[in-house]
């Protein structure tokens, strides 16, 4: 039973390690965002403009092999 969990954990582990090379000091943000990809949730990502959001959300999809949708909504834009 045991060794049929090394491998996930391994696995979790490595993405978890590629985030933090891409994003410096945000390994909080970073578990919590695994931990949203895990359980099959939806995720959004708020912070100030320039933090890494973006760069962040392209690091996991390419991590994990998947794409990214992403919705920009900006205030300053509207009317």
């Not at 100030?48 to 994990?64: D, Y």
């Not at 998947?66 to 205030?75: A, D, E, V």
């Amino acid at each position: 039973m045991i060794a049929a969990m090394a491998e996930p954990v391994a696995t979790v582990a490595r993405i978890r390690e590629n985030l933090c090379r891409v994003i410096l000091g945000k390994t909080a943000v970073i578990d919590l965002l695994l931990a949203g990809l895990l359980s099959g949730g939806h995720i959004l990502l708020e912070d100030i403009p320039g933090v890494g959001k973006t760069t962040l959300a392209k690091a996991l999809a390419l991590s994990v092999g998947g794409t990214l949708s992403r919705i920009q909504f900006t205030p300053a834009l509207l009317p």
